[in-house]
């Protein structure tokens, strides 16, 4: 897979190259820019210096500095009149001005997340439970319910899901875990060979399972593979987001929508793949008495609230989280709704405000079986030791050393 990872970056940038103008729209439009020292760069520069970097030539640090910022809020994609997507141009030109600066970053970022992973989904998940999701392909399934390396970190999300399939009626399987990374983070990072191998182990264990349907969840693995490297390894099955297939069976879904939900909820959005947005809205709109309000917090400016968006200017970050809170606040939510796992982490319970997953809504709706968030559950104890003594027996199960627990949760509950 490296060679032919090296073959589509050729095509792709040549692509750019031989359209890209260095007019500078999208620069003038990237709402990033007055955020970061980029503010008062000229434009045309700053586009020509992402060129070199495609071009193979050394990067200039502004150059660098708009790639690495980019939150892919996707607001230059319209903008550009060469029919250019900027977004990926700087998605290319990050893992590849990475790679030629010898960058090993993914890999560290990739051990310390699977570290997390491990710890967070062992201490909420049976083993049997996460046996099923992480193990190899065993047999055919039309569907399969990729879920990436992340949402394991907040499992009852998976869980939800599996049950809004199992109520469809969907012949399907789950996959996911580290051992299924899209291996975005290995290209970020600038490690194209490691990338070309993860990758192309994805595509293999997925195809083994000879689907029809590969169905996504996470919102990295969507752009990623949907865009970055769209087009990337030849397979059978058809990439789908999740929330395009419960939309496509709404009114199956709606028809089991037996249980109202008279209360007031925020729901806390992104931009950047408006197909989820809108999804989300249309699955959330037809729960019965459901009053759903939707905050104007500041969160179209990243895709996510993780660490390839918003995160990637933390004060812009920490200005729409605490926009959150006020918003949800002063319209009187009695729930704050979000989109991603990336969002369910960063956000929790708080002053009567109850941290939820759109999921979690469709389940309580459809009266089927709620899967406890034990994420929140666990985030909301005073410390680690009170963590340890709700999950003694999924640590014994899991074999998670509750010294490792002691030491890392503090970091990863973090407010
Ligand atoms: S995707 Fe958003 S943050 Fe990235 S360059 Fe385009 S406008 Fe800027
Ligand atoms: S990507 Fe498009 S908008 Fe941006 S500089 Fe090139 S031609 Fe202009």
């Known amino acids: 897979m490296t060679s032919a990872l090296r073959s589509y970056l050729d095509t792709q940038r040549q ?9 500078g729209d999208c620069f003038q439009v990237c709402p990033i820019v007055s955020l970061t020292p980029l503010k008062g760069a000229s434009p045309e520069g700053v586009v020509t210096g992402v060129l070199e970097a495609l071009r193979g030539k050394p990067a200039p640090g502004e150059a660098v500095a708009w790639a690495e910022a980019c939150t892919r809020c996707g607001l230059c994609i319209e903008r550009c009149p060469e029919g250019v997507n900027p977004r990926k141009m700087l998605a290319l030109t990050e893992g590849l001005v990475h790679e030629a600066a010898g960058a090993q970053a993914g890999s560290r970022f990739f051990r310390l997340m699977s570290r997390n992973i491990r710890l967070l989904s062992g201490l909420q998940l049976s083993h049997q439970n996460l ?20 949402l394991l970190s907040t499992p009852h999300i998976i869980l939800n899901v599996m049950e809004l399939l199992s109520a469809l009626g969907v012949d399907y399987r789950v996959a996911g875990g580290t051992g299924y990374c899209c291996g975005v983070i290995h290209f970020v990072g600038g490690e194209l060979e490691a990338t070309g191998k993860v990758t192309g182990h994805l595509f293999s264990k997925l195809a083994a399972f000879r689907p029809r349907t590969v169905l996504t969840w996470c919102p990295t693995c969507e752009m990623f ?3 970055t490297m769209a087009g990337l390894g030849q397979h059978e099955f058809e990439l789908q987001h999740v929330t395009d297939f419960l939309v ?7 028809e089991r929508m ?31 008495e459901l009053d759903l309000v939707e905050l104007h917090d500041g969160g179209e400016l990243g895709y996510s609230c993780n660490v390839g968006g918003l995160l990637r200017v933390p004060s812009l970050q920490a200005e729409v989280q605490a926009a959150v809170w006020q918003q949800a606040r002063a319209i009187g939510a009695d729930e704050l709704v979000d989109l991603y796992h990336g969002c369910h982490r960063l956000l929790w319970d708080e002053g009567g ?13 459809m ?24 999950a003694r027996d999924l640590m014994r ?3 998670i050393d509750p010294a490792q627990v002691e030491r890392v949760l503090p970091a990863l509950f973090q407010r």
């Open 353 to 365: 405000l109850r941290v939820r997953n759109f999921t979690d809504l469709l389940v309580e709706a």
């Open 397 to 399: 199960e899991n074999a």
């Open 131 to 150: 046996a099923g999701i992480q193990g190899p392909p065993q047999d055919q399934a039309d569907v399969v319910f990729y879920v990436g390396c992340n």
């Open 225 to 227: 593979l949907g865009e």
């Open 248 to 254: 496509a069976h709404l009114d199956v879904l709606k």
């Open 258 to 288: 037996s249980k109202p939900i008279p209360r007031r909820v925020a729901v806390h959005g992104h931009g950047g793949l408006p197909h989820i947005s809108d999804n989300v809205r249309r699955l959330l709109g037809a729960i019965p």
């Open 367 to 390: 009266g089927l079986p709620s899967h406890e968030d034990r994420f929140q559950r666990y985030r909301g104890m005073p410390g680690p030791q009170q963590v340890l003594e709700a």
């Open 15 to 23: 692509e750019i190259l031989g359209r890209c103008t260095a007019c």
